[in-house]
Structures are given as C-alpha cells and as structure tokens.
C-alpha cells in the first residue's frame, strides 16, 4: 500500500514511472520504486509481474535514412 498523498501509480498504469523511488542505487544503475517497479538508468525496466519494458531509445538520423531507403 502507498503511504504518498496522493498516491502513486500502479505498476501498470500509463504514469506508472512516476511513482516515488524507495531505493536509488545510482553506482548500480536502479531505482526502485513505490508500486515495486525497478527502473535502470538505459531507460528500461521491470514490472512486479516481472514484464520486461525494453528501453526507449532514440532514432538516429542514420537509422532513419536507413529504414526510408529500405
């Protein structure tokens, strides 16, 4: 249960990462946070029901002329 007024989202809802962190490991590169989601310093994370959200990375300019020419 969140004691946060008010209280943060669930592990699966769309802000889900906005909850409040519990434990910061920066040397280690996670996070946890208050509905039991660990978030990774690449972007990525895991859920409690330990769904994988693969990191969000950014499209290269590169990798866009690439995928146009294809």
């Not at 809802?13 to 962190?21: I, M, Q």
């Not at 519990?22 to 946070?33: I, K, P, R, Y």
């Not at 409690?48 to 290269?60: G, H, K, N, Q, S």
């Amino acid at each position: 249960m969140c004691p946060h007024t008010p209280p943060c989202p669930t592990s699966d809802a769309t802000d889900a990462g906005a909850a409040h962190p519990v434990a910061v490991h920066f040397e280690q590169g996670w996070t946890l946070l208050c509905n039991a989601i660990v978030l990774f310093d690449d972007t990525g994370a895991i859920r409690p029901d330990l769904e994988v959200i693969p990191p969000r990375r950014a499209v290269t300019t590169t990798a866009r002329r690439e995928k146009a020419a294809a």
